[in-house]
């Protein structure tokens, strides 16, 4: 990962002006943000490196940085550093409808590309067939990638298709196909899904894949979709970065009749 050079900003920091400091730093990097010089998903360089081309303390710089997180423009990461963050949004959210990956980023004008661990095809263990309504030893299509949004690592995804419902997977280039197009395009028109979601430590290894610290809160989504006919045609479990991801819902109460 690399981090955007914030190079010399437009309005510079001057101690004579009636404007605070922290005001003056946060107008600075927002402005850099807008001119496109910092893009969405990009990484800004180290708070050192920041104090020193803006002239401020450190305490000034966080809080400027807050500043900004708070008005949307950037998005903290636990141990890596601030982010700039999509358009109007401090983390990228799950709709409240069915959607993939390729299709949340898009919306919030966001490149998604995915890291490809593994694609293989097995036969079903008991378990993956009872979660997925099949015979035990039929063959399940294995796909694990990490997920990245403007190359940010956001989420650790592993997902379970039964092989004969996808048997031309291996013409499909995952780290930029959708994995919802593909198995619509072999005629699988995605209906509902069953979610449970849990919050979870990162083990080590995850910690890794997403560049956070062991231990770190994640938020692990375990997901069956459905197709028109009922049919089970994905399992899935995704586990978040719990910074950079937020689940927007929607509930509503039902007048209750008095008796």
């Known amino acids: 990962m690399t981090t955007t050079p914030i190079g010399p900003v437009g309005g510079v920091v001057r101690a004579d002006y009636p404007d605070p400091l922290w005001v003056q730093a946060a107008a600075s990097i927002r402005e850099r943000i807008g001119a496109g010089t910092l893009r969405a998903g990009s990484r ?3 708070e050192r490196e920041l104090c020193l081309t803006l002239g401020i303390s450190r305490v000034t710089l966080r809080k400027a940085l807050q500043a900004l997180v708070e008005d949307g423009a950037l998005a903290p990461s636990h ?3 601030w982010y700039v963050s999509g358009p109007g949004d401090t983390r990228n959210e799950w ?3 069915l959607e993939s990956f390729s299709e949340t980023a898009e919306r919030m004008g966001l490149a998604a590309t995915s890291r490809v661990l593994e694609a293989s095809v097995a036969p079903s263990t008991i378990d993956d067939a009872e979660l997925l309504g099949i015979a035990p030893g039929l063959p399940l299509f294995r796909l694990g990638r990490v997920r990245m949004l403007g190359g940010v690592p956001i989420a650790l995804d592993w997902a379970l298709i039964p092989a004969a419902l996808l048997p031309d997977a291996d013409r ?3 780290e930029t ?3 919802y197009e593909a198995l619509t395009e072999t005629g699988n028109e995605l209906a509902n899904a069953e979610t449970t979601i849990e919050a979870r430590e990162a083990s080590a290894e995850v910690a890794d894949q997403l560049g956070v610290q062991p231990g770190t809160p994640t ?3 375990h997901q069956v979709v459905r197709n028109r006919s009922e049919r089970a045609v ?3 479990t995704v586990q978040y970065a719990g910074d950079r991801y ?3 819902t929607y509930f509503s109460r039902h007048n209750r009749t008095e008796p």
Do not use: E, I, K, Q
């Open 177 to 179: 196909s959708s994995l």
């Open 234 to 236: 994905l399992a899935s």
């Open 95 to 97: 709709p409240n409808s």
């Open 44 to 46: 800004l360089p180290p």
């Open 172 to 174: 499909y280039d995952f």
């Open 79 to 81: 141990g890596r550093g």
């Open 219 to 221: 938020l692990v989504m």
């Open 246 to 248: 937020r689940l927007r």
